[in-house]
């Protein structure tokens, strides 16, 4: 599908303000392997509909537009897109990233407790101050995304009730892609949180209902995005490959 703003607003449920900003006033970052070949901001699939959709949460929960959409913020993101997708290219490796994350971001740090436990969970340590995402590995993959909160004046308080929305955001959509990719990641040996569960009838069936469960806390701040993805969620167990280990 086309993004448009009237799109993320009717059916994601995003604040209008951003919607029209990702979708219409935000030029596509020049030398970024993100957005390589692109000639719009935002394209089709959760991938980049990620961005929206987090920004809108944060908002929700309470940080000023003006600061959300601030350039040098946005800017900020953007460049670690970059490095992350110089690491998905295989261009460098997982620590060189996060190396080139501690460089970018350390001259703006201002939520210093969870850039330390984002580099230190990411490296494969335990978190000091806050509840990451540490019990299943292939639900944790998207957590780099949480760097962009660490340039803001945020309280400890205010991350920490942050951290399940985010979590009720993020794993869903790192769930549709494990529903759909598995048997490739089965091929590939590639994280996948089916596979993590048992990789069986059994491991499908829970993985649907993490799904479920944090769909039913994103409902209480975005009610229109956690239909539009419970629907989502469902078609995936309608796929080929997964009716054939269900039925």
């Known amino acids: 599908m086309v993004v448009t703003s ?10 209008n303000k951003i919607a029209d900003y990702f979708a219409n006033e935000r030029a596509v970052p020049s030398n970024n392997l993100f957005w390589k070949n692109k000639r719009i901001y935002l394209s089709a699939g959760f991938g980049f509909l990620t961005i929206p959709l987090t920004f ?7 940080v000023p537009l003006e600061i959300l959409l601030a350039d040098e913020h946005v800017s900020l993101m953007e460049e670690g897109f970059n490095q992350l997708k110089c690491y998905e290219n295989e261009t460098i490796s997982f620590n060189e990233f996060l190396q ?11 939520q210093k407790k969870l850039a330390s436990d984002l580099f230190t969970t990411l490296s494969g ?12 590995k292939a639900l944790a993959r998207s957590d780099s995304f949480l760097f962009t ?15 399940p929305y985010w979590y009720a955001l993020a794993r ?5 892609d494990d529903f759909k990719d598995l048997t490739e990641d089965r091929r590939t ?6 596979i993590e569960l048992g990789n069986n009838k059994q491991a499908i069936e829970a993985a649907f ?34 009716q054939a280990e269900i039925n």
């Open 100 to 110: 080139q994350c501690k460089i970018l971001l350390a001259p703006s740090i201002r």
């Open 125 to 136: 340590g335990t978190p000091q101050y806050f509840h990451l995402e540490t019990k299943h």
């Open 172 to 176: 869903p959509i790192l769930l549709l």
């Open 56 to 62: 809108d949460l944060i908002h929700k929960l309470g």
């Open 209 to 242: 209902e993490l799904g479920r469960q944090d769909l039913e806390k994103l409902k209480t701040i975005n009610p229109q995005l956690a239909k539009y993805m419970q629907y989502d969620l469902e078609d995936a167990l309608l796929y080929e490959h997964i």
């Open 149 to 163: 909160l660490v340039d803001l004046d945020l309280s400890d308080e205010w991350v920490t009730n942050f951290l």
């Open 6 to 15: 009237r799109k993320l607003q009717d059916n994601l449920g995003v604040n």
């Open 189 to 194: 040996k590639d994280e996948n949180t089916i």
